[in-house]
């Protein structure tokens, strides 16, 4: 069975700080995906990750991919109020099983 | 702007009742997946299909739960009889398969007295 695991579940940090989110998964999964939910939201899908060693970065957010050690990371560089969300990775099982497992969720709470 | 469209937004409803709720997928998109989000749980998937044809729902209650896709522009979730602990975001969510993006809808919320 393929779980998901993040941490931190919990981050407050203050603007221009850089952080990073840590996403572990239990099984060989082909992709890894970030999405973001604001409050009472829908969930954004922000990047997916295809191969190891893969790396996206859109505006302060860039999320790689490292399949050996099945981590990935979501960084945050010189954070902004507008990032505050909730983070969630998420993998696939492969093999052309595409319901998603999601993480529990980094909640990121930025203050000014 | 394509996006997929939920219905309803919100439903209140009392123990006991049918509650169906219903998707229409992106033009084009061939999988529909949906997904419960609960505090405790987080976001769980319950079934999905693939050109209509339903391809896992080990993640959904067999005995009070259903889903269908009675034509390419319209998935149901349907719960009979529904209970308390069915209170919950059901997201619904669809794709074409390319690396596998998924794109939600905002979600039904439901609460079962």
């Known amino acids: 069975e393929l779980k998901v695991e993040q941490n931190p579940l919990f981050l407050s940090m203050q603007e221009g700080k850089n952080y990073t989110i840590y996403c572990n998964y239990s099984?060989?999964?082909?992709?890894l995906y970030w999405y973001r939910q604001d409050p009472g939201k829908s969930l954004e899908s922000l990047f997916v990750l295809l191969s190891n060693g893969a790396v996206k970065q859109e505006g302060r957010l860039m999320a790689s991919l490292d399949t050996k050690a099945r981590l990935s990371t979501l960084h945050i560089t010189a954070a902004v109020h507008d990032l505050s969300a909730t983070y969630f990775c998420?993998?696939?099982?492969?093999?052309?099983?595409?319901?998603?497992?999601f993480g529990k969720g980094t909640h990121l709470i930025i203050q000014p | 702007d394509a996006r997929v469209t939920q219905t309803p937004r919100h439903k209140v409803t009392e123990m006991g009742q049918e509650v169906t709720m219903r998707c229409q997928p992106i033009l084009g998109h061939n999988t529909v997946f949906w997904y419960r989000q609960t505090m405790m749980q987080g976001l769980e998937l319950l079934a999905y299909f693939r050109n209509r044809a339903p391809l896992d729902d080990s993640g959904m209650p067999k005995d009070r739960f259903s889903a269908e896709m009675p034509d390419a522009t319209l998935a149901t979730l349907k719960i009979q009889p529904s209970e308390p602990r069915d209170s919950a975001v059901y997201f619904c969510a669809s794709g074409t398969g390319q690396a596998n993006i998924q794109y939600f809808g905002a979600g039904t919320r439901l609460s079962v007295l």
């Open positions: 998420a993998a696939d099982s492969g093999g052309g099983a595409d319901g998603l497992t």
């Open positions: 099984t060989t999964s082909d992709r």
